[in-house]
């Protein structure tokens, strides 16, 4: 069983920056892909930035050269650096990962953690 918490989140004005953190326990060393999403009112739920079973990295267009996805410590922290914060950034943040080699339907979560930027 593959339990996630997520940390990190707060308010923000817009330009700011925030890093997220994410602790997966019960995941063994490098197995499977870790990601993360976000739930807006607006948008629904977008795969944010996501690392594959093969290192391979995905970042939706909109973060593009503003979010930086990270897996350290053997699997076991994922993190989401974010720069040049925008108010379309406001959203609850979710760490998610699973056993197979990508993370298009993650099969666990984490709790989430909210982002506000303010202009």
């Known amino acids: 069983q593959v339990q996630l918490k997520e940390s990190g989140g707060g308010s923000v004005q817009a330009g700011e920056s925030l890093r997220l953190s994410c602790e997966a326990s019960?995941?063994?060393?490098?197995?499977?892909?870790m990601a993360w999403y976000r739930r807006s009112s607006e948008k629904g739920l977008e795969r944010v930035a996501s690392?594959?079973?093969?290192?391979?990295?995905y970042y939706m267009d909109s973060v593009k050269g503003r979010f930086v996805i990270s897996l350290e410590n053997a699997g076991h922290n994922l993190y989401l650096q974010m720069y040049d914060l925008k108010t379309e950034d406001t959203a609850m943040y979710y760490c998610?990962?699973?056993?197979?080699?990508?993370?298009?339907?993650?099969?666990?979560w984490g709790q989430g953690t909210q982002v506000t930027v303010s202009s």
């Open positions: 019960g995941r063994t060393y490098n197995s499977g892909c």
């Open positions: 690392v594959d079973q093969d290192g391979t990295i």
């Open positions: 998610a990962a699973d056993l197979g080699p990508r993370c298009t339907v993650p099969a666990y």
